[in-house]
């Protein structure tokens, strides 16, 4: 191995985020020195101790009877919050992602926990709850109230741009980490570790270009564009298929483009529409069949489609489906915040375009369609 090359232990030690391994006896097995210096806690303190006598008392209770069933039905959780104790017993508020590691007789050797601070996004939520709770009262208020319930309002979409942002640079870190032990790694086992990872970071920013689009959009900006019929399309839609399909593995997604003029268009935005649409189908449509994604200029409209097998759509859950912070039935590790398919209808109508959607139970199919030549 080169010399020069980053050494793979040090980089978990001093990783962006708190990494922590606990047996299946429930007990600590390894702890990074990064969470060692978040929580004041020593080596010695925490390893061969119970993970459960460092969480608070609500933490332990949501911890053993909510994240630990989960995890041994479906392998892995993601995202959840969790409360901590640092070493003077002060909670430390945390995100964490966690999946087991069995041997092949499907025996639990282990539980890993990669652990993010998250101090800021719970004051954030507490205070986006204090703000709701005001909004309520303001509804039945007098003339006044209302005045301050519109300045709760903006408050709240100001906040949730704030947390968008703060969430960019602790990401980004925790990627370019993810990179550096993808080059490093000499095991099957570490490299299926750091896919999971940068699986999982894809989501997260996905869900901060949503939030901040919202926001954006709840505070007058809008949904920006740059047009640019010169360049083509069709490289940014096989791009993000291709990205999707190396976060769904064992998924078989199909495509069929046709664009055989220009489509003036802001790239970009649409790529970010496919990929709010074509997560949506893999989230939602049947593990076992195809999604179909289909591209194509006819006449004067440029159409985009994409389709999947499963459980036809509600009648009455259609018409809430492009409604902000609605989210249908899904797992609660693949949902989301409810914004993917708000902003792809956004995206459309910022295009002039419609987006629609059709269910049976054959097929459910969103279809995004938008003129070649302004109106």
Not at 110 to 130: F, G, M, N, P
Not at 185 to 191: N, R, V
Not at 197 to 214: E, G, S, Y
Not at 255 to 271: E, L, N, Q, W, Y
Request: with cysteine; hydrophobic share 40%; charged share 25%.
């Amino acid at each position: 191995m080169d010399d020069s090359a980053p050494d793979f232990q040090d980089l978990i030690e001093n990783a962006p985020c708190g990494y922590i391994t606990v047996q299946a006896n429930g007990r600590v097995d390894q702890v990074n020195r990064t969470f060692l210096e978040w929580s004041g806690h020593s080596a010695e303190q925490m390893i061969g101790k119970r993970f459960s006598d460092f969480l608070t008392i609500p933490g332990r209770i949501y911890y053993e009877t909510h994240i630990m069933p989960l995890l041994r039905m479906q392998g892995s959780f993601h995202e959840f919050a969790i409360d901590m104790l640092a070493a003077d017993d002060t909670p430390l508020q945390m995100i964490a992602n966690a999946n087991e590691r069995r041997d092949p007789d499907g025996k639990l050797l282990l539980i890993r926990l990669a652990l993010i601070k998250a101090t800021d996004r719970r004051r954030y939520e507490q205070e986006l709850l204090a703000a709701r709770e005001l909004a309520v009262t303001a509804e039945k208020a007098t003339k006044e109230v209302l005045r301050l319930e519109h300045q709760s309002s903006e408050l709240r979409e100001q906040f949730i741009a704030v947390l968008g942002h703060d969430l960019r640079n602790p990401l980004a870190s925790i990627s370019a980490g993810a990179r550096i032990l993808d080059r490093t790694a000499q095991s099957e086992k570490e490299h299926q570790i750091i896919a999971m990872m940068q699986t999982t970071i894809m989501r997260m920013a996905a869900m901060i270009d949503n939030v901040l689009d919202f926001a954006r959009g709840r505070l007058g900006g809008g949904i920006a564009l740059e047009t640019d019929a010169d360049k083509p399309l069709e490289p940014v839609l096989t791009q993000v298929v291709d990205e999707l399909r190396l976060a769904s593995a064992g998924r078989e997604i199909q495509t069929d483009f046709k664009i055989d003029r220009p489509v003036p268009c802001d790239r970009t935005r649409i790529g970010q529409l496919l990929s709010n649409l074509l997560g949506n189908a893999l989230t939602h449509g049947a593990a076992n069949k195809p999604v179909f994604v289909h591209a194509a200029t006819a006449g004067a409209t440029f159409e985009l489609w994409v389709s999947n097998a499963g459980e036809p759509i509600a009648p009455d859950t259609m018409d809430k489906l492009f409604e902000p912070f609605f989210r249908g039935k899904a797992r609660a590790s693949r949902q989301g915040l409810g914004l993917g398919l708000y902003i792809a209808s956004q995206i459309a109508k910022a295009h002039a375009g419609t987006l629609t959607v059709t269910s049976s139970p054959e097929e459910t199919r969103f279809l995004f369609s938008m003129p070649l030549e302004p109106a």
